[in-house]
């Protein structure tokens, strides 16, 4: 069973950065996809980036597309979400997730780990 915990939240003001880390220990999910979800209060959990293991491949919401980019390091089991130009409706809590299989989804039913999640203020 992989374990997965976030960190690197925490509150910033509108035009603002932050980065979100994901350690991942355990089971290896080298070749497996990891995805960043967050969940406002009152809404549903929304799918956020996602990225392969291995290859580099990505993919983004389009509210994140062009200010979020996410990346890993598999020396370190590292997955990172770089957050720039933050805006008041980023603000929730972030949750990253890995999943078996090669094939990346926006579905959050599709990921069988899930961390703790870390929570991202942005103040206007």
């Known amino acids: 069973q992989v374990r997965l915990v976030e960190s690197g939240g925490g509150l910033v003001q509108a035009g603002g950065s932050l980065r979100l880390s994901c350690a991942a220990s355990?089971?290896?999910?080298?070749?497996?996809?990891v995805g960043w979800f967050r969940q406002a209060p009152g809404k549903e959990r929304e799918f956020v980036a996602a990225?392969?293991?291995?290859?580099?491949?990505?993919d983004y919401s389009g509210s994140v597309k062009g200010r979020f980019t996410i990346s890993r390091d598999n020396a370190k089991s590292t997955v990172y979400l770089q957050m720039n130009s933050l805006e008041p409706g980023d603000a929730a809590v972030y949750y990253c997730?890995?999943?078996?299989?090669?094939?990346?989804?926006?579905?959050?039913?599709?990921?069988?780990?899930w961390g703790q999640g870390t929570q991202v203020t942005v103040t206007s």
């Open positions: 355990g089971r290896t999910f080298s070749s497996y996809p």
């Open positions: 997730a890995a999943r078996e299989g090669l094939a990346m989804t926006r579905s959050s039913g599709g990921y069988s780990s």
């Open positions: 990225i392969r293991w291995s290859g580099g491949s990505t």
